[in-house]
T-cell receptor
Framework: DAGVTQSPTHLIKTRGQHVTLRCSPI?????VSWYQQVLGQGPQFIFQ???????GRGNFPDRFSARQFPNYSSELNVNALLLGDSALYLC???????????????FGEGSRLTVL | KQEVTQIPAALSVPEGENLVLNCSFT??????LQWFRQDPGKGLTSLLL?????REQTSGRLNASLDKSSGRSTLYIAASQPGDSATYLC??????????FGQGTTLQVKP
């Protein structure tokens, strides 16, 4: 079975540009979460979507937005990119909204974004 | 506000040594604690998940313990191997479904 898949794996943008990152959850999983991992730090929670609705938002500016599609795949959008947005963006999926109740959280390999 | 701290930030040991990684959290109201492994530039691989009602979990050479009352967890790696070299992250989950991570411990096992 395919795990969590993310695309693109690597990308380079310049300041002020916009980026869209994509995530396909494990088949049957209805929850997708996004995390940002800056080099040398642990991942930080950005968003969770469950059943196509936003269920949680971390402490990130409005330049960050996301959505979940009917097939449960998800997109993360970042506008007006800043140098500080350079990071590994991780997507995770789980069966239900609360992984501890419905099962574990499974992570993809991430999308490495470099902003110049 | 939940905060997770991992000590040490980096660790270098010779092959075959037993070692302990530490994780502490400030709010004991957690649903579970999870240990992950991350290879350079890669995603996260779950190693062990400890539910809040459990005290420890074991998988092969790995053993993780949880003491909610003191806000601590340890990951014990027995007979370390060069292939264990990676960054180890602990994360706690509350009732919101989001994980709060520590900054990780980067382990190097020298042959």
């Amino acid at each position: 079975d395919a795990g969590v898949t993310q695309s693109p794996t690597h990308l380079i943008k310049t300041r002020g540009q916009h980026v869209t990152l994509r995530c396909s959850p494990i088949s049957g999983h209805k929850s997708v979460s996004w995390y940002q991992q800056v080099l040398g730090q642990g991942p930080q929670f950005i968003f969770q979507y469950y059943e196509k609705e936003e269920r949680g938002r971390g402490n990130f500016p409005d330049r960050f937005s996301a959505r979940q599609f009917p097939n449960y795949s998800s997109e993360l959008n970042v506008n007006a990119l800043l140098l500080g947005d350079s990071a590994l963006y991780l997507c995770a999926s789980s069966l239900g909204r609360v992984p501890s109740i419905t099962g574990e959280l499974f992570f993809g390999e991430g999308s490495r974004l470099t902003v110049l | 506000k939940q905060e997770v701290t991992q000590i040490p930030a980096a660790l270098s040991v010779p092959e075959g040594e037993n070692l302990v990684l530490n994780c502490s959290f400030t709010d004991s109201a957690i649903y579970n604690l999870q240990w992950f492994r991350q290879d350079p530039g890669k995603g996260l691989t779950s190693l062990l998940l400890i539910q809040s009602s459990q005290r420890e979990q074991t998988s092969g050479r790995l053993n993780a313990s949880l003491d909610k009352s003191s806000g601590r967890s340890t990951l014990y790696i027995a007979a370390s191997q060069p292939g264990d070299s990676a960054t180890y992250l602990c994360a706690v989950e509350g009732n919101t479904g989001k994980l709060i991570f520590g900054q990780g411990t980067t382990l190097q096992v020298k042959p």
